[in-house]
Structure formats: C-alpha cells, structure tokens
C-alpha cells in the first residue's frame, strides 16, 4: 500500500472533531429539508452524511468560490436519491447559501429530489441508478490523457449495485487501471423492499470488486478517522482503481428509523421534526461526552 | 473499400468516416476514438494519438456514460457502436448522460437501418431516428454517401452539443453531385415543380434520384432534397419545396413512427401548410428473415419504385 496524494494543506485540516460537527449539522439540515412539504430520502441521505461530509471538509481538491475549477476533484453522487445529503454538505461547504436549503422541494427550487448541475457544486444529474461508475470511468480518462492528477470519486449506494451497468464500469476501470478513480459504496444493507442480502444478496462484496482488479477497503461508514485515512490516501494500489465499502446505518443518528426498511423516505410532521431533532442533539452530546 | 464500377464509385462510409477521423484526431487534441470492440479500427495506425484511441469492451451503457465523462472533462468523444447497440441498448446513457448534459459527445452509429443484412432483427435498427430525434439537445445526422460523411464529421468539431451519426455497412454509391454539405442544410439535388421528394440516408436518396428519373421520362419533375440533417430539420427548404409542388414525399429506411417522415409532417402541420405527403419507410413490423441490405429494403417496401408510386399519387391526386 502507497500513501501517493498529500491533502492540500495540512494546516487547515480539520480536526476529528470538526468533522463530527459538520456530520451533525448535516443530518439536522437533512432533517429540516425532509419536514418540508415534499419530504425526502432521509435514510440513504443519513447513512451518508459522514462520508461526504469527510470528503468534501477533508479529501476533495474543490473550491466553493470556484466550483467549476479545471483541476478540482469531481464527486459523483451516483446513488441521486442521496440528493439532500449532498445539498446538506454543499451548503455547509458554502457552495451555496444554506439558507437556499429552505427552499428545497418547493417550486421554482434548483433543489429536486435527485441532483442536477443546476445547484451549485453538483457535477452531473444523478438519480437513475447506475450512471455515476460510468461517468466517474470518463471523468478519470479524462484526467489520465491529461495527465493531471485530478481524482473522481463515484458515491454509490449497495441496492444500487444490482444494476448491470456500475458492472460494465467496474470491468472496464480494472482493465483501464484507473487509479485515479475511487468508488465508495454506502453499505446501509437496506433496499426498498427489504434487506440487499434478501432481495438480490450481493455478498461476498468485497471479493467482487477485488476479482474486479479494484483495490478494496471495508471502513465504519460512520467513523470519520476511518473514513478520512480510507479515502484521503487513494490510490491504494497503484494502477488500480479503488472502492472503499463503508459499513453504515440507513436513518444514522435518529433511533427510531435507524435500520428500517420504512426510512427510505419520510415526510416529518412538525412534532416528528422536533423529536428528530432532539435525537440528534443527544446523539451529539454523547459523542462529545465519549 | 473503394470501388468503381462502371462510372459510379463506391465507398463505405463508415471507412470513410474511420479515415476522416484518424486524421482529425492527429490535429485536434480533443478528440478521442472510444471503441467498444467494434473491429473498425483493427490495424489502424493512430500515431502520435494512439492514446486516445480507447477500447472499453463490449458495454456499451458504460461507453456512453464515460463519453459523457470525458467530455466534461474536455474531451470530445467520437464514441463507435452498432446503430442497435446506440439507440437501443444504451439509450438511458445517451438521454441522462450526454442529451442532459448537452456534452460534446459524437455517437458514430454504423449499421443503421437494415444494412446488417443477414445479421438479423436483433442488429437492425430502423428506431433510431425516432429515439435520437425524440432527445432534446441531440442533432441526428444520416450522410448520403461516404464524401459526405467524411464532411459531416469534420464539420461536427465545430458544433456545440451531441451528435448522432447514423451510417451503414457496406460500400453504397457516391452521390456526385448537389454541390457542398453543409450540417443542418438540406441539399437540393433535383428541381422541378411536380413533386417534392425528401429522403435521407445512402440507399434512400439513391431510390429518390432514381425515381426522380423515372418520374422525368413521364413528364413528372421532382425536387428532390437531401436532409442529412434530420434534426434540427431544415424546414425552410423543406416549406419552401413543399409549398412550391402539389405534395410531398419522404423516403427513409426506418420504421415509419418519428422518422423523416414524422419529422416532415411536424414542420408541414406547424407551419399550417395542408399538403399531400406520403411517407416511404418501413411498415410497423419487424423485418425477419434471412437477405442482404438491398434484399430486405425491398422486402420492407422502400424501393425506386415504391417513391416513384408515391410521387405519381400525388401529382394525380389520388
């Protein structure tokens, strides 16, 4: 294993703690987003706050003042349904004021249910599954005829490996060697209609990318040191692209959806707002406490 | 493959297409050849470009989602499939990810229509201009002969947006004459204030030149317009002839549903231009059974002599 790429500046990196913080505040934006009038995907979105709150506070070369910089890294949120996961973060990074958050779901909005590149930061519109591992394949192609070292980083979500084409993908980025190219799958083993293993098992994962030619590392999805050494130190074999399988939890942080089938999507009443709300906070002060 | 027989010279324009192409990327560093193992570029020589010549496999939903990406990564993507594969297979990816985007993606389709021949139902593709035509941001191109694909290509560098290319299989005859191509101009290759005729493609701009012809002999004159472009169509040459004869005629080898012929009668009806138009194309049915390109076109009513029926239809008004 090669550690290749320095993150930016090592002076302004956030600490451990930081990131927790803007974890936190993420899951409550994505909870005021979801007691909207449209609600929204809270599950999936939860399960990834921590690992795109990592990469856009700590791993991404992007600058929010200059969102379409040639030489930025592209994230790719390829399971599109995270989509208020993704507005969460980049409204905190300042891509966007975060008070346009408000406007979520409500006509005339840039923010959709699923992300297009009309909100500021959004690369490519996601939401049918299956697109992101082939446009993260020409995002790192591109960068390699370039020789620049720009890197894509391809969000997936676990139910969202039944589509054929993330494997049409992954063949072809093995067989490319794309080391510029990292694939994190949001292993929160929920699907709608049930647990992945139930309805389409896809385990032994790990073994299928690595007969792939990915190189693998399974993380705690929700542990930010973790998340920050698995993806800040990418490629972890040269000449092969990576996947980083990060262990989470659909509904993280609000006990009483965390791990259902139901927490797909959820419109939250006012009172369900505030018990949602009041779970965060005591989550986050026992973190604190920990 | 070039050959003369006779005075007619014939070429295939999907190799014209691959020889135009080698020779634009040696002098345009965006663009790049993504193959999907078409076998069209075996023993090419790409010289100082060869890295840009990239072979993803067979997967073609793959090829179009990472055109996209490459594009936006400032490349411009020439991307090679079968027409079937294009416009069936991997439509998803060409609506989301290169339509959407509006990305600079050239999607060089070969074997359209029913030039696979014996290949069969599965590699026909007589929808695909009713697809492509029907994706917004997408321009749809069917040259006429090989001269013309070489032209349209080179052209297309300097186009904004995704392009669709429809080309055929084997070596068809070169049209010589109606003077320069020009994408989204319908070429004028026949005058006369009988009939108009509009036709794309190798094989039925050919049978509309013939007819035309045939229709001559009778007395009949036909205009006959070339629209390579299909979309966005031409429609002040087609108004303009339409308006000028005592009907139309459109003549392509694709199902009849959201073709040239649909395409036409959205720009007559738009326009509020009530005129005679009858659509030579492929009925509502697959075409099954073994025969080669010509063969089959028969076999399917697109023929000299099914545009020359039509014409005469409508000059008598019956």
Same mark, same amino acid.
């Given at each position: 294993m090669t550690d290749t790429l320095t993150p930016p500046d090592l002076l302004t990196r956030p600490t451990s703690d930081? *990131?927790?913080?803007? =974890?936190? &505040?993420?899951?409550? *934006?994505?909870?005021?987003?979801?007691?909207?009038?449209?609600?929204?995907?809270?599950?999936?979105?939860?399960?990834? !706050?921590?690992?795109?709150?990592t990469l856009y506070f700590d791993v991404l070369r992007v600058d929010p003042a200059d969102p379409a910089d040639p030489d930025r890294d592209v994230l790719l949120l390829s399971k599109g349904h995270g989509g208020i996961g993704l507005y969460a973060v980049l409204g905190a990074r300042g891509f966007f004021p975060e008070d346009d958050l408000a406007g979520y779901g409500t006509p005339g909005s840039a923010l959709s249910a699923h992300p297009t @590149? =009309?909100? @500021?930061?959004?690369?490519? @519109?996601?939401?049918? *599954?299956?697109?992101?591992l082939p446009l993260g394949v020409g995002f790192a192609l591109a960068a390699r005829l370039d020789d620049a070292p720009r890197r894509c980083f391809v969000v997936l979500g676990d139910g969202e490996l039944q589509e054929g084409s993330v494997w049409e993908a992954a063949l072809s980025a093995g067989a490319q060697g794309l080391d510029g190219l990292v694939a994190v799958v949001d292993r929160n083993r929920l699907q709608i209609t049930g647990g992945t293993e139930d309805v389409v098992a896809l385990e032994p994962l790990a073994d299928k990318w690595?007969?792939?030619?990915? =190189?693998?590392?399974?993380?705690?999805? &929700?542990?930010?040191? !973790?998340?920050?050494? %698995?993806l800040g130190t990418t490629p972890h074999e040269p000449g092969r692209p990576t996947v980083v399988i990060a262990d989470t939890v659909k509904g993280k942080?609000? @006990?009483?959806?965390?791990?259902?089938?139901?927490? &797909?999507? %959820?419109?939250?009443?006012? =009172?369900?707002?505030?018990? !949602?709300l009041s779970a965060l906070r005591r989550g986050r002060q026992a973190e604190v406490r920990s | 493959m070039t050959a003369v027989t006779g005075q007619v010279v014939s070429r295939a324009s999907r190799e014209a297409y691959r020889d135009r192409l080698v020779t634009l990327m040696a002098r345009d560093e965006r663009v790049v050849c993504l193959d999907s193992d078409t076998g069209l570029f075996t023993g090419v020589d790409f010289g100082q470009a060869a890295r840009r010549y990239l072979n993803l496999g067979i997967s073609e939903q793959n090829l179009m989602g990472s055109a996209a990406g490459l594009a936006?990564?400032?490349?411009? /993507?020439?991307?090679?499939?079968?027409?079937?594969?294009?416009?069936?297979?991997?439509?998803?990816?060409?609506?989301? +990810?290169?339509?959407?985007?509006?990305?600079?993606?050239?999607?060089?389709?070969?074997?359209?229509?029913?030039?696979?021949?014996h290949l069969g139902p599965t590699h026909h593709c007589?929808? +695909?201009?009713?697809?492509?035509?029907?994706? /917004?941001?997408?321009?749809?191109?069917? /040259?006429? +002969?090989?001269?013309?694909?070489?032209?349209?290509?080179?052209?297309?560098?300097d186009h904004d947006g995704p392009v669709y290319f429809r080309l055929g299989r084997h070596a068809t005859a070169e049209l010589g004459r109606g003077g320069p191509v020009e994408l989204g101009r319908a070429q004028r290759l026949a005058e006369g204030d009988d009939v108009t005729v509009v036709a794309c493609g190798t094989e039925p701009v050919r049978f509309a030149l013939e007819a035309a012809d045939e229709l001559a002999a009778e007395g009949v004159r036909a205009t006959v317009l070339n629209t390579h472009t299909v979309k966005p169509l031409d429609a002040e040459a087609v108004l303009d002839a339409a308006s000028t004869t005592r009907g139309v005629v459109t003549v392509e080898e694709a199902w009849r549903a959201g073709g040239l012929g649909s395409a036409v009668l959205e720009v007559l009806a738009d326009a509020g231009l009530a005129v005679p138009v009858t659509r030579v194309g492929v009925a509502d049915r697959f075409v099954?059974?073994?025969?080669?390109?010509?063969?089959?076109?028969?076999?399917?009513?697109?023929?000299?002599?099914?545009?020359? +029926?039509?014409?005469?239809?409508?000059?008598?008004?019956?």
């Amino acid at each position: 294993m090669t550690d290749t790429l320095t993150p930016p500046d090592l002076l302004t990196r956030p600490t451990s703690d930081q *990131l927790r913080e803007h =974890a936190h &505040h993420v899951r409550e *934006l994505i909870v005021h987003m979801c007691s909207n009038g449209e609600g929204g995907h809270i599950g999936g979105s939860l399960s990834l !706050a921590d690992i795109l709150v990592t990469l856009y506070f700590d791993v991404l070369r992007v600058d929010p003042a200059d969102p379409a910089d040639p030489d930025r890294d592209v994230l790719l949120l390829s399971k599109g349904h995270g989509g208020i996961g993704l507005y969460a973060v980049l409204g905190a990074r300042g891509f966007f004021p975060e008070d346009d958050l408000a406007g979520y779901g409500t006509p005339g909005s840039a923010l959709s249910a699923h992300p297009t @590149p =009309a909100v @500021p930061g959004v690369e490519m @519109p996601t939401g049918s *599954l299956g697109h992101g591992l082939p446009l993260g394949v020409g995002f790192a192609l591109a960068a390699r005829l370039d020789d620049a070292p720009r890197r894509c980083f391809v969000v997936l979500g676990d139910g969202e490996l039944q589509e054929g084409s993330v494997w049409e993908a992954a063949l072809s980025a093995g067989a490319q060697g794309l080391d510029g190219l990292v694939a994190v799958v949001d292993r929160n083993r929920l699907q709608i209609t049930g647990g992945t293993e139930d309805v389409v098992a896809l385990e032994p994962l790990a073994d299928k990318w690595r007969s792939f030619g990915w =190189a693998v590392r399974e993380v705690d999805g &929700h542990d930010v040191d !973790a998340l920050r050494s %698995a993806l800040g130190t990418t490629p972890h074999e040269p000449g092969r692209p990576t996947v980083v399988i990060a262990d989470t939890v659909k509904g993280k942080g609000l @006990p009483f959806i965390e791990g259902q089938v139901r927490s &797909h999507y %959820a419109r939250l009443g006012e =009172a369900q707002k505030k018990r !949602a709300l009041s779970a965060l906070r005591r989550g986050r002060q026992a973190e604190v406490r920990s | 493959m070039t050959a003369v027989t006779g005075q007619v010279v014939s070429r295939a324009s999907r190799e014209a297409y691959r020889d135009r192409l080698v020779t634009l990327m040696a002098r345009d560093e965006r663009v790049v050849c993504l193959d999907s193992d078409t076998g069209l570029f075996t023993g090419v020589d790409f010289g100082q470009a060869a890295r840009r010549y990239l072979n993803l496999g067979i997967s073609e939903q793959n090829l179009m989602g990472s055109a996209a990406g490459l594009a936006r990564g400032g490349r411009m /993507p020439f991307v090679n499939t079968m027409a079937a594969f294009a416009s069936s297979r991997a439509v998803e990816a060409v609506k989301i +990810d290169i339509a959407l985007n509006r990305v600079p993606v050239r999607i060089v389709a070969t074997h359209g229509g029913l030039s696979a021949g014996h290949l069969g139902p599965t590699h026909h593709c007589l929808e +695909d201009l009713a697809v492509m035509r029907a994706l /917004p941001n997408m321009t749809v191109v069917v /040259p006429a +002969d090989a001269s013309a694909t070489e032209e349209l290509i080179a052209q297309s560098l300097d186009h904004d947006g995704p392009v669709y290319f429809r080309l055929g299989r084997h070596a068809t005859a070169e049209l010589g004459r109606g003077g320069p191509v020009e994408l989204g101009r319908a070429q004028r290759l026949a005058e006369g204030d009988d009939v108009t005729v509009v036709a794309c493609g190798t094989e039925p701009v050919r049978f509309a030149l013939e007819a035309a012809d045939e229709l001559a002999a009778e007395g009949v004159r036909a205009t006959v317009l070339n629209t390579h472009t299909v979309k966005p169509l031409d429609a002040e040459a087609v108004l303009d002839a339409a308006s000028t004869t005592r009907g139309v005629v459109t003549v392509e080898e694709a199902w009849r549903a959201g073709g040239l012929g649909s395409a036409v009668l959205e720009v007559l009806a738009d326009a509020g231009l009530a005129v005679p138009v009858t659509r030579v194309g492929v009925a509502d049915r697959f075409v099954s059974g073994t025969g080669k390109h010509l063969g089959l076109l028969a076999r399917a009513g697109v023929t000299t002599a099914a545009v020359a +029926d039509a014409a005469r239809a409508v000059v008598s008004g019956r």
